[in-house]
C-alpha cells in the first residue's frame, strides 16, 4: 500500500513548510534582481520593530529582498507573563513576503511560521507540596501576512500595518504595526 502524501505533510507540518519555503527562496533566489541597480527599485535591507503581529506581543525584524517582489524575514520576540506562575515565550518569526504596488506604497502578502520554545513555572498554591513545577514545550505556530506596506524606494523610514492571522490549534485573528528602517 502506497504511503499517503496529504498524511504525510499532516504528520510532519513544520517539515513540509520548511521544504516549501526552502524550494522557494532555491528558485526565486537565483534570479538576479535585475532592477536593484536602477535607483527606482526598493532597498534590499530593512530593519523593523513590530508590534503585536506574528512575534503576538512584539518583535524585531530583519527582512531582507531577494527580488524586486520577493523577500525573506526572520525575526526575535522574548516576553514573559506572570499569571499563577511564570511563562515565557521565545519565538523567532520566519517569513517569505510577496510586495506589489508602484513608488512608496505596496501591498504585501506573506506566509510563515513562528517556531517558540514555551516554559511555564507554574506556583503550587492548590497543592499541599510546597515546589514549583517547570514545563517546556516547543510550538510551531503558522502565520499569513496580509497588509499595507509605505517604504520610500531609495531607503529610510517605513511603515506596515498588516492583517496577521495564527494558526494552531485554534485560529487567531491577529493584526501587526511595525516602524523601521529600509537601507
Given at each position: 500500500m502506497k504511503?499517503?502524501?496529504?498524511s504525510a505533510?499532516?504528520?510532519y507540518?513544520?517539515?513540509t513548510?520548511i521544504y516549501v519555503?526552502?524550494?522557494?527562496?532555491c528558485?526565486l533566489?537565483?534570479?538576479s534582481?535585475?532592477g536593484?541597480t536602477?535607483s527606482?527599485?526598493?532597498k534590499r535591507n530593512?530593519?523593523?520593530?513590530e508590534?503585536?503581529g506574528?512575534g503576538?506581543l512584539?518583535?524585531?525584524?530583519?527582512?531582507?529582498?531577494?527580488?524586486?517582489r520577493?523577500?525573506?524575514r526572520?525575526?526575535?520576540?522574548?516576553?514573559?507573563?506572570?499569571?499563577?506562575?511564570e511563562?515565557t515565550?521565545?519565538?523567532?518569526?520566519?517569513?517569505m513576503?510577496?510586495?506589489?504596488g508602484?513608488?512608496?506604497r505596496?501591498?504585501?502578502?506573506?506566509?510563515?511560521?513562528?517556531?517558540?520554545?514555551?516554559?511555564?513555572?507554574?506556583?503550587?498554591w492548590?497543592?499541599?507540596?510546597d515546589?514549583q513545577?517547570?514545563?517546556?514545550?516547543?510550538?510551531?505556530?503558522?502565520?499569513?501576512?496580509?497588509?499595507?506596506?509605505?517604504q520610500?524606494?531609495?531607503?529610510?523610514?517605513?511603515?506596515?500595518?498588516?492583517?496577521?492571522?495564527?494558526?494552531?490549534p485554534?485560529?487567531?485573528?491577529w493584526v501587526g504595526?511595525?516602524?523601521?528602517y529600509?537601507?
Open positions: 504511503p499517503d502524501n496529504f505533510m499532516k504528520k507540518p513544520l517539515r513548510l519555503i526552502a524550494t522557494g527562496v528558485l533566489g537565483g534570479r534582481a535585475s536593484q536602477n527606482d527599485s526598493l530593512a530593519v523593523y520593530f508590534l503585536l506574528p503576538i512584539y518583535s524585531l525584524n530583519y527582512d531582507y529582498r531577494i527580488t524586486e520577493l523577500a525573506i526572520a525575526g526575535f520576540t522574548h516576553w514573559t507573563i506572570s499569571f499563577f506562575g511563562s515565550v521565545t519565538g523567532f518569526p520566519i517569513m513576503n510577496y510586495l506589489s508602484k513608488n512608496n505596496h501591498f504585501e502578502a506573506g506566509i510563515g511560521f513562528v517556531p517558540t520554545l514555551d516554559s511555564e513555572e507554574k506556583n503550587s492548590f497543592s499541599v507540596e515546589h513545577k517547570k514545563e517546556t514545550d516547543i510550538t510551531v505556530i503558522g502565520t499569513i501576512n496580509l497588509g499595507y506596506r509605505y520610500p524606494r531609495n531607503g529610510g523610514l517605513f511603515f506596515r500595518i498588516n492583517f496577521s492571522p495564527l494558526f494552531g485554534i485560529i487567531i485573528p504595526m511595525s516602524f523601521g529600509g537601507f
